[in-house]
């Protein structure tokens, strides 16, 4: 398959470990359909074929052995599934033909054969198919049965903490937490896959899976919110699908593989987004990469295959702590033959290993639980605590030689909470868990030891109190928490645009409601202005402004469509009146010229409520603002010691914030220049931008961390000595634009060369921001310009519309809510009409913006229209009567004689044969 977008792991050599590295001679279960191996940091455990029994292998020592394999003799049955807690590689979980679901601790080098398990938990009535343990929780662990119930045990206290009865229709095949750990995915025999809250104990979603008779399996794919499934068809093929897990009703993509009969096991990476499909019987693993572009057939993308001789009974990967980080493992498979435990390597190819190739390892699951099974159960959900592997804390590869060696390690002072013999860097995940999908953000925390009980940074409690670092508020109601995003048609695109991608525009795209403009390819720093309605495919040559040296900025006016403002170069600002239809050529006289600034022009922006009044800021470190009616300067702001990256207004447009390269952001008066407040925003060398969140006292802005990870710090204006709240959300490159809609408190985020845009709500329940849904797509963007909110379809519940610039076109995109209430569209903004003229506010008057309702005219709320009446479609008494009247005995016997004719009466008609004369009787003697 070809490669839509480069991915690091696209060369990934899967290779079987030579003869020497296996671990051999082991007599395994002959049973096919059971998870016959499993892994942690220090053990394999395998069934062997005695039956109930499990071996033991020490995973640093390979290769031959002396004297027989410890044994564990788990259950009077077979043994059907097996999993290493995540948390600790001496705790073991089983399950049962007889039942009963085991706990067992492992001493340290296990030599002697184990009897006694440290807890036995009984309550299913049948079969017990699969457990799983929680990701993110200690000592909680969820079990599928044949009695088509999935429950949740509670290991700490060894009860039942909750059972999910009625759910299923048949046998529970296979179970799967998600990223953060309040949902469970199943899949059963009923043909049925389910998203089920288990602390609610409701089916958040169903769908149809597989149909055939054989096992399904089903896995989470970490945050992106998808589900990969894998079974068998009615007529016994092989199938394998992801499913979207808001949206069970389709498959995103489902495809048939093969005729092979044995069950395919799904083992995922959400470190690397890496998948392996493993066939019971099959001699191959397939290794598959998961792309963050929409999860659509192309991002489904094969990486490598690894075929051996020996049919694999089952497969399981190795903990990530266990790879030799210096020689670019990113994965590590065993498959279990019929006599060995097989490794199977996956590396990276890379010029020089000399240095760690750290990325190639994103922050990855730790053994360090988030929280507790009480704290869990009271309704509390964390994601995985993740570490960065990091190969001071890794040793070498445990079948080298090498790694006997000792070697010297930095000293890491580790957790108190965490088993791990090291403790890097801690990093939780920053984003609280949703049913739609949330991506695999972090936020680089120190270990709990070298951390400032001031700090807040990083931590997930928006209190500032250190004690309360670990909790989250996870926004259980929101009216926009499903919304979802459709774009245009590619007949309803702007197409063939000759975009200067190359050109350092603060922002590469504006739009109003009859053009947008994008830098445009040509001398003289050009911008191209596109009527709104002129869609589908552009000439090659279209109406352009020439601004006379590079144009580094534009705007639209807020009350006035047709005029347009650029700064450039030479330190102008120039506006312009675009004509009736817009241009037909190229303009290179604008209207006006407005000259003050002593350097170049990086930004402009309109004031969002007076009439003709833009700031402008510069490289010489000012911001002045300009009455472009009178085309003259009427104040200027200094005190910056850097480049100015950004500016914003407030609600009312009576103060003014300007991010600076410095790394402070700054607060002023803008008509008096006084400087109201300063501080640091971010720690990182790269820029920052901010927004002013509406009516609220609030400031939000994005910039890096020192870990150069892209963060996000929300402000409170009367307090700016710490934020409110501070977050990591990836490692992009790109400073991050955000955009705020004040009437729906909603967040917009998104940078230039992303593919995604993340949204968030903004309210005053702690933790203030809240993540909702993320936008997915492979294409990356230039430019994202929001539309009037007077152009969103309210009528099909649009709440924002945008423009997205990538490359050389333009498409919009379609922000709305699934929603059957009228209550998500507050009265909004009027933007066509300015409140306040510019010599009123330059004298010091400020006005309240005027607001609308959106509502069309004629159009009736939903909440004051009538309710309908339901009208019976089917009376089942009234129709049974009917059928019994109309299929009487009678009935039927008398519309069966008119249809073959009046054999039951009496016909006295002559007929021709009557009036003839037959032959005698004795006549027929003869």
């Known amino acids: 398959m070809a490669f839509r977008n480069a991915s690091k792991f696209r060369h990934t050599v899967g290779s079987i470990t030579k003869r020497e590295q296996w671990f051999p001679d082991l007599k395994p279960t002959t049973s096919s359909d059971y998870n016959s191996i499993t892994a942690s940091g220090a053990y394999l455990a395998f069934s062997t074929a005695a039956t109930g029994a499990i071996g033991l292998l020490d995973l640093s020592a390979p290769g031959k052995r002396s004297g027989e394999i410890p044994l564990i003799h788990a259950h009077s049955a077979d043994v059907t599934d097996m999993s290493f807690s995540p948390f600790s590689d001496h705790l073991l979980a089983t399950t049962s033909d007889d039942t009963t679901v085991k706990l067992w601790e492992i001493p340290q080098n296990a030599s002697a054969n184990i009897s006694s398990s440290k807890l036995s938990l009984s309550g299913h009535k049948r079969r017990v198919e699969c457990l799983r343990f929680h990701h993110s929780v200690s000592n909680l662990l969820a079990t599928g049965s044949g009695d088509k119930t999935v429950k949740i045990w509670d290991l700490e206290a060894g009860k039942e903490a909750i059972s999910l009865d009625g759910l299923h229709d048949d046998i529970v095949h296979s179970i799967s937490w998600s990223w953060g750990g309040d949902l469970l995915a199943t899949s059963s025999k009923d043909g049925k896959i389910r998203i089920i809250d288990p602390r609610s104990k409701t089916v958040v979603q169903s769908g149809d899976g597989h149909k055939g008779v054989k096992a399904s399996r089903i896995q989470w794919l970490g945050n992106t919110g998808r589900i990969a499934t894998t079974g068998f068809s009615k007529t016994r093929e092989r199938q394998f699908g992801i499913h979207d897990s808001n949206n069970l009703t389709k498959p995103i993509y489902f495809t048939t593989l093969d005729n092979s009969t044995g069950i395919l096991d799904l083992i995922y990476d959400p470190d690397t987004q890496i998948l392996v499909l493993a066939g019971k019987g099959d001699s191959s693993v397939k290794l598959y990469e998961i792309n963050d572009s929409g999860l659509a057939k192309e991002s489904f993308q094969e990486l490598t295959t ?66 507790n099974v009480q704290e869990w159960i009271g309704g509390n959900t964390l994601p995985p605590v993740l570490v960065q592997l990091k190969p001071s804390s890794n040793p070498n590869a445990w079948w080298k030689e090498e790694s006997k060696k000792e070697e010297k390690k930095e000293e890491v002072k580790p957790s108190a909470a965490s088993p791990a013999s090291s403790s890097p860097a801690v990093v939780r995940s920053a984003y609280n868990s949703n049913l739609g ?116 900025d534009f705007d639209f006016n807020p009350f006035n469509d047709d005029i347009l403002a650029t700064v450039n170069e030479a330190a102008h600002l120039q506006i312009w009146k675009i004509p009736e239809g817009g241009y037909k050529t190229v303009e290179r006289t604008p209207n006006s010229v407005l000259k003050g ?168 329940e702690s933790p203030f921001v809240h993540f909702l849904t993320e936008h997915r797509t492979s294409i990356p963007a230039l430019g994202l310009a929001p539309l009037p909110k007077t152009m969103c379809d309210v009528k099909n519940c649009e709440i924002a519309t945008f423009l997205k610039l990538s490359n050389d076109y333009v498409e919009q995109l379609h922000f709305s809510v699934p929603r059957t209430k009228d209550d998500i569209f507050p009265l909004t903004r009027r933007t066509d009409k300015s409140v306040i003229s510019a010599d009123e506010w330059f004298s010091g008057k400020n006005n309240q913006p005027v607001k609308i309702d959106l509502k069309p005219a004629g159009m009736q709320p939903l909440s004051e229209a009538p309710k309908e009446q339901k009208v019976k479609k089917y009376d089942f008494a009234e129709e049974r009567h009917k059928d019994d009247s109309q299929f009487s005995k009678e009935k039927l016997l008398d519309r069966f004689y008119k249809q073959t004719g009046n054999h039951g009466e009496k016909d006295d008609t002559v007929l021709k044969q009557d009036l003839m004369q037959g032959a005698a009787d004795d006549e027929w003697d003869e």
């Open 597 to 764: 600034h002593q350097r170049r022009v990086t930004s402009v922006d309109f004031h969002p409520l007076a009439e003709n009044v833009a700031a402008t800021s510069s490289s010489d470190f000012t911001v002045r603002l300009w009455d472009i009616t009178q085309e003259s300067e009427k104040s200027k702001v200094e005190d910056h010691e850097d480049a100015i990256l950004s500016v914003g207004w407030n609600y009312d447009g009576s103060q003014m914030i300007t991010s600076c390269k410095d790394k402070k952001l700054r607060i002023w008066d803008p008509r008096s220049g006084k400087l109201i407040t300063k501080f640091e925003a971010h720690d990182g060398a790269k820029g920052f931008k901010s927004v002013w969140l509406g009516e609220r006292q609030q400031i939000l802005t994005v910039g890096h961390s020192k870990g150069s990870m892209r963060q996000v710090s929300l402000w409170d204006v009367k307090n700016t000595n710490t934020p409110l709240h501070t977050f990591d959300v990836d490692q992009g490159a790109g400073i991050m634009t955000p955009t705020f809609d004040p009437d729906t408190g909603v967040l917009y985020l998104s940078g230039k060369g992303d593919g995604n845009i993340k949204m968030f709500e903004i309210n005053d």
């Open 437 to 552: 999908g949330a991506s695999p953000k972090t936020s680089h925390l120190q270990s709990p030891s070298a951390s400032s009980p001031s700090s807040t940074r990083g931590s997930f409690s928006l209190s500032g109190n250190s004690d309360d670092s670990n909790k989250v508020q996870i926004v259980r109601y929101s009216k926009y928490r499903h919304i979802g995003v459709k774009g245009t048609k590619p007949e309803a695109c702007y197409t063939n645009l000759q975009t200067n991608l190359s050109a350092p525009h603060s922002s590469f795209l504006k739009a109003n409601p009859k053009y947008f403009v994008v830098p445009w390819r040509g001398t003289g720093g050009q911008v191209g202005v596109i009527p709104f309605a002129k869609q589908g495919r552009q000439p090659d040559k279209v109406g352009c402004v020439e601004c006379g040296s590079e144009c580094l």
């Open 306 to 371: 690894v075929t051996s001789t020996d049919p694999q009974k089952t497969v399981t990967s190795v903990p990530k702590r266990n790879l030799d980080l210096m020689n670019t493992e990113v994965l590590r498979l065993v498959r279990l033959t019929n006599n060995a435990a097989v490794p199977v390597t996956y590396t990276v190819p890379r010029k020089s290993k000399a240095e760690f190739q750290e990325d190639l390892y994103p922050p990855s699951p730790s053994t360090e639980p988030a929280q």
